[in-house]
Nanobody, 110 residues
């Protein structure tokens, strides 16, 4: 497994979580990193992308609430999620090029 996510959990509506994605191996700094999520019965959707230069791009549904970042020295990407809503409940996946993590469950209770 090249990408390992962590940080998911159960949180109340309005709460916050930070997801972490660690890449095992080299070349982390050379490609964008993306966070996707998949809710039950729904297609996987792109939530946020961070470019090689550190610029974040967000889905409209999370803009202003989520922040993506990366630390190339630690081969790690983060997704800071604030003001969480029940609609954010999903399995969150980290992606870089052809590699995917195993996913981490985020559950937001109302």
């Amino acid at each position: 497994v090249q990408l390992v996510e962590s940080g998911g959990g159960l949180v109340q509506s309005g709460g916050s979580l930070t997801l972490t994605c660690v890449r095992r191996g080299a070349f982390f700094c050379q490609s964008p990193v993306k966070w996707y999520r998949q809710a039950p019965g729904k297609q996987r959707e792109l939530v946020a992308t961070i470019t090689v230069g550190g610029y974040g791009i967000y889905a409209d549904s999370v803009k202003g609430r989520f922040t993506i970042s990366r630390d190339n020295g630690k081969n790690t990407a983060y997704l800071q999620m604030n003001n969480l809503e029940p609609e954010d409940t999903a399995v969150y996946y980290c992606n870089q090029n052809q590699d995917w993590g195993q996913g981490t469950q985020v559950t937001v209770s109302s």
